[in-house]
Nanobody, 122 residues
Framework: VQLQASGGGLVQAGESLTLSCAAS?????????IGWFRQAPGKEREAVSC???????DYADFVQGRFTISFDDAKNTAYLQMNNLQPQDTAVYFC????????????????WGKGTQVTVSS
């Protein structure tokens, strides 16, 4: 499975961004979960969101209704719509995937894409 993330950038607090993750190399939404982790400077990586056929959409508590994850079957691409971004959302965001059910955390991390930088200024 290969994952290609894009869509990061520099925004001001309160603005929005949409991240994309194009999946290939045997990925099928019928079998795999797909989602996002992030890593802020000096902090550990943390799960952000995940989506799968079996479990639907799931989010970390800190999202607080600001983010929406979705999947486009025709494009084999996941999206993370992020609204009301805050400086504490500044991080490198990574797309992740694993066979559905084959993990014990918010999202499986057998496969990682390259990160995309999200920077939120105050």
């Amino acid at each position: 499975v290969q994952l290609q993330a894009s869509g990061g950038g520099l925004v001001q607090a309160g603005e929005s961004l949409t991240l994309s993750c194009a999946a290939s190399g045997g990925f099928t939404f019928d079998d795999y979960a797909i989602g996002w982790f992030r890593q802020a400077p000096g902090k550990e990586r943390e799960a952000v969101s995940c989506i799968s056929i079996g479990n639907g959409a799931d989010y970390a508590d800190f999202v607080q209704g600001r983010f929406t994850i979705s999947f486009d079957d025709a494009k084999n691409t996941a999206y993370l719509q992020m609204n009301n971004l805050q400086p504490q959302d500044t991080a490198v965001y990574f797309c992740v995937s694993a066979l559905e059910g084959d993990y014990n955390e918010l999202c499986g991390t057998d496969y990682w894409g390259k990160g995309t930088q999200v920077t939120v200024s105050s």
